[in-house]
């Protein structure tokens, strides 16, 4: 903690804390609730976070503060009222070890002529902020090097007059100066600066009656989520996140949990017993449980992280399909080959995700985006029956690991497979078609941005870069590019189905390439090019999925399942490297595994040129290259990018 006389003064702390050091300014008379301060200062996903009487920067924004604090009081602006609208944290995940924030009690400003007060301190919320229940709170001395991590304040100290807040006035020169402030929103929490003993007064007993401990806890459950998650795991896993935090547990950690529990579910599905499918349904849904719990830890305890938000998408990922691979070798041990089903549920589970990825990058920065289809399902969330009932027929992931858990536990793998395929499909037609509509009734101009992430999202490949070149030099024609990539994937799947020759399959992927170059020949600005990914994926998971199904080779389709979740999981990786801000893949990674297309061609011909053992050897050699390649580029990148913490406020049921 620094105390300093005036913006001056506060300029000449500033500098002598390490640059990288978040800081923050904090009034002495601010009054409210602490987990107030918690929102404005202790959440890494904002270059700049404010309350009334309260600042906090992040290392990028700190050259703009260092000016802000020199700038002539005339030039500063009126100080914020309060707290403008912003939208709670909802699904980011957390980072392990997140600096600790230290809101200190600090002084007015004498330029600004603040009149001074000196309230009791664990009134005003002068109290360490922490992010994690249980943390230790920061001395007097938390701004001094060698102190450990935190926020290093900057208070600015007593000076004479009356006045406006420091903080609320660098806050307004920050945005000012272009730097975003993030102003939460506190509904009932209170956070005020009085500028008189009867406003103190006043402010002090709104805050005394409302809890904010009770109000942390509702937070820390999404705002938007499934009918089963709501009302079967969100009223008591919010105490476990609870529990957690107090316990110096990070969300990581929780996530880490999650994964190992499902892990032992699908060991106890591969038994192939009635005990062991009985135990792996309740293990599933203890994990899923361990899976809500990491996002509420994260959202209770204000720590946020692309890295986190990352492992908690894929390793939900890998639970499920771990679990699917579980049943199918339960299921073999019973004497039923259920592996064809397996890979089936993965393919068409991925799918879907895929839709959501493209509809949503698309959309992510449209302008005029409007449509009929749109106004009509707002209209329907005004009935509340309505909401709940669409939420559940899309199988979000809360419905579906419940589904699944009963299924194993109740009926046999067969089943299970037979019902979540039918399930997921109903899903899958419901929500495409949705949003077919809504990009056919809205006029809405598509940016650059949404444009090279569908690109980035199609996985183009050395061939279809080819073609792309060529046909983008002779000109695309009046075909829109998703006909040309609907064209190309039929006229694959036929080959594969209906071939007379083993060569057939190869002359459909070089179709199937022709047209995927022609479809991406284009900015992807068009209102259904969003539907050029899913349709890629969809040709070359069903690739090989039909192939593997087709040779009848011992050990192909569980061969097929490894090449297919290798495969998924780069196009996982690429969609949250490009939701955290820092693009897709490198285009080395890219070319390397061939791209989409590439993958084709190299499938149907190992298909036409070995048979029996020799098809699974080659699908089993090209999974395991592909993993090794595209899993060390992806833990290099996660560990060591150093990317910034997800802004993600979809809440969204996955």
């Not at 402030?181 to 506190?186: N, T």
């Not at 064809?340 to 993965?346: K, N, R």
């Not at 920065?365 to 106004?375: Q, V």
């Not at 996985?459 to 279809?464: I, L, M, R």
């Amino acid at each position: 903690m620094r105390t300093a006389t005036g913006a001056a003064g506060a300029a000449g702390e500033l500098a002598a804390v390490p640059a990288a050091e978040r800081v923050a300014v904090v009034d002495p008379r601010f009054t409210g609730h602490v987990h107030a301060l918690r929102l404005a200062l202790t959440d890494p996903r904002f270059p700049a976070g404010a309350v009334p009487g309260a600042l906090a920067v992040q290392a990028e924004a700190r050259p703009a503060l260092a000016l802000a604090l020199t700038e002539p009081p005339a030039t500063g602006g009126p100080a914020p009222a309060g707290a403008g609208p912003a939208a709670r944290p909802e699904t980011s995940r957390p980072v392990e070890g997140a600096d600790t924030a230290v809101p200190a009690a600090g002084r007015p400003s004498a330029e600004l002529g603040v009149k001074p007060a000196v309230p009791d301190a664990a009134e005003a919320g002068a109290v360490p902020a922490t992010p994690a229940e249980g943390a230790a709170p920061a001395g007097p001395a938390a701004g001094r090097p060698g102190d450990g991590p935190g926020v290093k304040p900057v208070t600015p100290a007593e000076g004479p007059g009356g006045g406006e807040s420091l903080a609320d006035v660098l806050a307004a020169r920050l945005e000012a100066a272009g730097v975003p402030v993030h102003r939460p929103e506190l509904g009932v929490l209170v956070a005020a600066v009085p500028g008189d003993e009867e406003t103190r007064a006043k402010t002090l007993a709104e805050t005394a009656a409302v809890d904010d401990e009770a109000v942390r806890l509702r937070a820390a459950v999404k705002s938007r989520d499934g009918f089963f998650t709501t009302f079967c795991v969100s009223p008591y896993s919010r105490y476990i996140a609870r529990w957690c935090a107090r316990r110096g547990l990070t969300p990581n950690q929780v996530t880490t949990a999650s994964l190992l529990t499902a892990l032992i579910a699908a060991g106890c599905a591969a038994t192939g017993t009635r005990t062991g499918f009985v135990a792996a349904g309740v293990l599933l849904i203890a994990s899923f449980v361990l899976d809500c719990t990491d996002g509420q830890l994260a959202r209770y305890s204000l720590q946020y992280s692309t890295l986190g938000a990352w492992l908690d998408a894929t390793f939900d990922r890998a639970k499920e399909y771990a679990y699917y691979a579980g049943l199918a070798l339960g299921a073999a041990r019973g004497g039923d080959d259920v592996w064809a089903l397996a890979l089936g549920a993965m393919v068409l589970q991925t799918c879907r995700h895929v839709v959501d990825f493209a509809f949503n990058e698309a959309n992510h920065d449209a302008t005029a985006n409007t449509s009929p289809t749109a106004a009509l399902s707002g209209r329907l969330d005004s009935v509340g029956w309505t909401v709940w009932a669409r939420r559940m027929i899309i199988l979000p992931i809360g419905e579906r690991w419940a589904l699944i858990a009963l299924l194993t536990a109740l009926t046999t793998p067969r089943v299970t497979f037979v019902v979540l395929l039918i399930g997921c499909a109903f899903a899958a037609c419901y929500t495409t078609a949705g949003r077919v509509l809504r990009s056919l009734t809205r006029k809405a101009k598509r940016t650059d941005r949404a444009a090279q992430a569908l690109a980035d999202l199609a996985d183009s490949g050395p061939v279809a870069e080819t073609v792309a070149l060529t046909a983008g030099r002779r000109g695309a024609g009046a075909v829109t590019a998703p006909v040309l990539a609907l064209a190309g994937t039929g006229a694959l799947l036929v080959t594969l189905w209906w071939h007379t020759s083993p060569w057939l399959p190869v002359l459909g992927a070089v179709a199937y390439a022709i047209f995927a170059g022609g479809a991406v020949a284009r900015p992807l600005k068009g209102p259904l090019d969003w539907l050029i990914p899913p349709v890629f994926r969809a040709a070359e998971y069903l690739t090989v999925l039909v192939l593997a199904a087709r040779s009848a080779a011992p050990g192909a389709l569980p061969a097929a399942f490894g090449l297919v979740a290798a495969v998924a999981y780069h196009h996982y990786d690429t969609v949250y490297r490009i939701r955290g801000g820092t693009g897709a893949p490198p285009h080395w990674l890219v070319r390397a595994i061939g791209g989409h297309e590439g993958r084709v061609l190299a499938v149907t011909a190992a298909a036409s040129l070995w048979h029996g053992r020799g098809f699974t050897i080659a699908l089993t050699v090209l999974a395991a290259a592909i993993a090794l390649v595209v899993l060390s580029e992806s833990i290099r990148f996660w560990v060591s990018s150093g990317a910034p913490a997800v802004h993600d406020e979809t809440g969204e049921p996955a």
